[in-house]
């Protein structure tokens, strides 16, 4: 009998470490895998720094690979440029289908646009500092700080609640109207598709909410509507 193949999409994994704390790591892992199989895994950065004292038994727990940059290399964007010249090789070797760039440099938004003009998605990693510019110029983008705030929470319940982020409650709005029917009702389901598409950092988790029907049913605008039988779609409609 022939051994099952992953057809899952491969993914590259490449991380600024200049730019990213050592602590996002295992969010960057986890949401990441959501969209594939993580065939390529790079860490850039000066590792014989104090400052990278942090990466180093990730490196070996995670099977990183750490490109090192070194010092006499370490001028301006000298990590950027290392990052940017690998992307591309892996992207021309036409092996990669996915490419997750963890940094909050806004640097990358050229690479990041670059790569998408071949058809291939790119994920970002980073916290809210990220440029506007460099959220949109990828598909999805993830605020680690954010998703990391929320999993301390979780584990601490007894700790101060953060101060929560207002949703974006007129694009939301939006995606509802562009898809509803004559009697006002659109499916949920696709009015998160919409948004990410519109909004690629977009996710509940930003506003303090595990799924999009929680946050829904949070906005006094919207009115939500769940199959009694359960398991059907849950749909939604402005007030």
């Not at 950092?201 to 199959?227: C, H, I, Q, T």
Request: proline share 5%.
């Amino acid at each position: 009998m022939p051994e099952k193949t992953d057809t899952r999409a491969r993914l590259a994994l490449l991380i600024d470490a200049d730019n990213v704390r050592s602590e996002f790591l295992p969010i960057i892992i986890r949401e990441a895998s959501a969209y594939g199989t993580i065939t390529v895994k790079r860490v850039y950065g000066h590792f014989a720094s104090s400052a990278m004292k942090s990466w180093h038994a990730l490196v070996h727990e995670h099977a990183l690979t750490p490109v090192h940059i070194p010092p006499a290399a370490k001028g301006k964007n000298a990590t950027d440029m290392k990052l940017a010249i690998e992307a591309m090789d892996l992207l021309h070797r036409g092996q990669i289908e996915g490419f997750c760039i963890a940094s909050s440099d806004s640097d990358f938004t050229t690479l990041a646009s670059r790569i998408r003009e071949e058809g291939v998605a790119v994920y970002g990693f980073g916290e809210q500092k990220a440029s506007v510019a460099y959220v949109r110029s990828c598909d999805r983008f993830f605020y680690c700080d954010l998703l990391l705030e929320e999993e301390e929470q979780e584990q601490d319940q007894k700790r101060k609640p953060r101060k929560k982020v207002s949703p974006p409650t007129r694009d939301i709005l939006a995606a509802i109207d562009d898809l509803s029917g004559e009697d006002g009702w659109a499916p949920l389901g696709e009015v998160g598709q919409i948004l990410n598409k519109r909004m690629p950092d977009f996710d509940p988790r930003n506003y303090g909410f595990r799924k999009l029907s929680g946050l829904a049913e949070s906005m006094g605008s919207v009115e939500v509507k769940r199959s009694r039988e359960g398991g059907g779609p849950v749909l939604v409609k402005r007030r």
